[in-house]
């Protein structure tokens, strides 16, 4: 794991994407991504005097408690001074966090949107509107975008950390402005809520065959009430295409860093080289790569391997270890010590294989944590990793 | 779940799931539920049963798990005793009509696939029910005198999206109160919310958020959906138990007779003690977690190591269906 891509120090890393007012952080689930966003935002905080807030999607509870984020809802809250102090940090910018909550963000874009307060309330009360609000693909992704663009324009802080939801490829977090003007342009919506399907069948349309199969299939009933459901969603459009457009040359403009977590393990690390991929697709710059829960290089040591051979299959190494310690040692104690190291040595030597592929992801410095003494669930062990992304590992 | 004894062997309880019908692996991305999935039709097909692999996010996962081809809609043997299909929307959506509507294939089905694509988003539950529909009928199917399959082992979706898939038939039942899905749903219900036949498998990591999220899944699943859990697979668990007395005495072997212990283990053990100060952690968080899911979790919680030194692929599909054979020490 000595060969070295991109930039050595960490730090250097911080201070980079420091210059950028909005970071996100992409990613596989699993990989740790909401910890990384986390302490990413503790070391610029460190790092710069400019408010700092880290946005979060799901964060774990304990993660969220050490946050400060009780309740639900996009409210930042601001974590004292003093509690970053005690954790290790110093912060020279204030630092806030916040819980994205996708419901009460749609809530907002209808209110927003809506062409007149009876409209508003009619969406809000309609039974669809809760399918559409929470089950339609790319749906959390498009209101995260909503939140990172208010809070960004409010200007309120000088970066906005964001951990993008868990989401398989990451990719509809690209495409949700995308996904929606789709959603509310679709030819089929004009179809749908066109002035009366009464009036479509009456001029013939009820002969294609596919009104007909939708209206077996589902029953007439259902289609009607959609269709003036979505008449009214169809006013939101005026408002929510500009502010995707801006929303999307946010994404795009180099105030924008976007920032790849991973770990070494083939899974995740096969995603982040999708990723990669759809980025440069977009045209979007990748900035930096935080490669997560590295192994150690001493489980590679040939000798060590040797040493830890000997420990678990030599059977006269037990008695050796008695003699030599004064003490019983009994012969599973070597067994266990030497068969783990030897598990570890073989996932560290998985990950050395894949280190030489991380050069694939772009020329960006890449920044590799290692896999900490224990779960990061506090403001304690957050701290440790901030410190590590700002004075490097060891 | 009295039949699946907390404390049974683990063989046991395998067994009892795959006596079961249809069996929905699911959990948090990243937690293997693909390769669980995949491991548990192995295991099945080693017992005799003719079974029924599905993949229900056609992303790949499952063929690549069986080291097979991409599969289809139809299902294909992917491996002895295995065979495996894949949900594809469009193709779904022709069998769909084909089977329950006898309607004929259309050549082109784009323009109603973009309907019903609008309508799914609008109702909730209509592409889920595309897929249950599949899985249900599958399930029904006869080759002669015999069901064609002895078990469907589902590789699901992602937790987020299993309960609206395992609610699909009832938020259909309550949506569509005239159409004819309607009236095809009750029966797929009945299928899934029955424990003698249907059982839900959740998957987990000896992590935070994948434990978090089996609990809620595990209690939404029984609450909402009405689909019995009938096990928790903690997955990737790290396989050899160091204790803090076996590091202590790595401890003194170090600090006091390191070059006695170079000559004669053949190298150096400072490493092999750093190695063990990551397998202890490794090893406690796989204890808390276990205890979390076994305190809180009514149903048996199966450890499935983690795999070292096999390749992706049918190489560790196999060695997890081994595993999931053999009782840990």
Redesign the interface.
């Known amino acids: 794991m000595r060969a070295e891509v991109g930039l050595a120090a960490t730090g250097d890393l911080v201070e980079r994407l420091a210059g950028h007012q909005v970071i996100v952080c992409c990613g596989s689930g699993g990989v740790g991504k909401t910890t990384v966003s986390a302490a990413l935002g503790v070391a610029i905080a460190a790092a710069r005097d400019t408010p700092v807030l880290v946005l979060t999607i799901d964060p774990a509870r304990r993660l969220a408690t050490a946050l400060g984020l009780g309740s639900i809802g996009t409210r930042p809250v601001t974590i004292p001074p003093a509690r970053l102090r005690r954790a290790g940090v110093a912060p020279r910018g204030e630092l806030a966090a916040a819980m994205l909550d996708a419901k009460s963000e749609w809530d907002r874009l209808v209110e927003r949107h809506a062409r007149s307060p009876q409209v508003r309330d009619r969406i809000l009360a309609n039974r669809f509107y809760q399918g559409i609000s929470t089950a339609f693909a790319g749906s959390q992704e498009y209101v995260a975008l909503e939140a990172v663009y208010d809070l960004h324009a409010s200007g309120r802080y000088g970066c906005i950390v964001v951990d993008t939801p868990p989401s398989r490829s990451a990719l509809d977090f690209l495409e949700a402005p995308d996904r929606l003007t789709d959603f509310v342009s679709a030819r089929l919506l004009a179809w749908l809520a066109g002035p009366s399907r009464i009036g479509l069948r009456a001029m013939g349309f009820a002969a294609t065959p596919f009104l007909r199969m939708a209206d077996r299939l589902l029953g007439g009933e259902v289609l009607e009430e959609l269709g003036a459901f979505v008449r009214d969603v169809e006013g939101l459009y005026e408002g929510v295409r500009p502010r995707a457009a801006a929303m999307y040359d946010l994404l795009r403009s180099p105030k924008t860093a976007f920032t790849i977590v991973t770990t070494l393990d083939p899974q995740p690390f096969a995603e982040a080289e999708f990723f990669c991929a759809k980025l440069r697709e977009y045209s979007i710059p990748l900035r930096a790569v935080v490669v997560n829960r590295v192994l150690p290089d001493s489980l590679l040591e040939p000798g060590a391997v040797a040493a830890a051979t000997t420990l678990a299959g030599d059977p006269g190494v037990a008695a050796w270890m008695s003699a030599e310690l004064d003490e019983p040692v009994p012969p599973p104690v070597p067994r266990r010590l030497g068969q783990a190291f030897l598990a570890l040595h073989a996932l560290a030597a998985r990950q050395v294989a894949q280190v030489g592929r991380l050069g694939g992801l772009g020329r960006v410095p890449v920044v590799r944590l290692p896999l900490a003494d224990r779960e990061i669930s506090d403001l304690e062990s957050l701290g440790q990793l901030a410190r590590w992304l700002l004075d490097g590992v060891g | 779940m009295a039949d699946l004894g907390r404390y049974g062997a683990r063989g046991d309880v395998i067994e009892s799931l795959l006596a079961r019908r249809i069996l929905f692996v699911t959990g ?4 293997g539920k693909t390769t669980i999935a995949a491991a548990l039709a192995l295991v099945a097909a080693a017992s005799g049963r003719r079974v029924l692999c599905v993949d229900v996010d056609a ?1 790949g996962d499952l063929a690549r798990a069986f080291g097979a081809q991409p599969m289809g809609f139809e299902p294909r043997l992917v491996q002895t005793g295995v065979s495996a299909l894949a949900l594809l929307p469009e193709e779904s959506l022709q069998e769909y ?1 084909r089977i329950f ?1 006898k ?1 004929p294939r ?1 050549a082109r089905l784009t ?2 696939v ?3 694509d ?2 799914a ?4 539950g ?1 592409r889920e029910m595309l897929t249950i529909g599949k899985i249900a009928y599958e399930e029904r199917r006869r080759e002669g005198e015999r069901p064609a399959w002895d078990v469907i082992v589902v590789d699901g979706a ?1 937790t987020g999206h299993m309960l ?1 898939q395992l609610q699909a038939a009832r938020s259909m039942m309550d ?8 009236s095809q749903t009750e029966w797929v219900d009945r299928t899934l919310t029955d424990p003698q036949r249907t059982l839900l498998a959740i998957c987990a ?1 000896p ?4 434990v ?1 999220e089996a609990i809620e899944l595990h209690d939404r699943a029984r609450a909402e959906a009405h689909v019995a859990v009938g096990v928790c697979f903690l997955n990737a668990t ?6 803090a ?3 202590a ?2 401890e ?2 170090a600090a006091a ?1 390191a070059p ?3 000559a ?9 003690l ?6 202890r ?1 490794l090893h406690d ?1 796989d204890r808390r977690q276990a205890g979390r899911l076994r305190a809180r979790l009514g149903i048996p919680v199966l450890e499935v190591p ?1 795999q ?2 096999t390749r ?1 692929g049918l190489e560790t599909t196999r060695a997890v269906a081994a595993a999931l054979m053999t009782s840990p020490a």
């Open positions: 948090k991305g990243g937690t992303k009509l509507f309607l259309f323009p109603l973009r309907v019903l609008f309508v988003i609008g109702v909730p209509t992602a609206p949506l569509t109160r005239g159409g004819m899905i309607h990591l992590e935070e958020m994948p978090v790290f396989p050899v138990p160091v204790t007395s076996d590091t005495v790595l003194r072997l007779h006695a212990a170079a004669r283990l053949g190298g150096d053990v400072r490493p092999v750093e190695g063990a100060a990551i397998a952690r968080d983690r070292f030194g992706p």
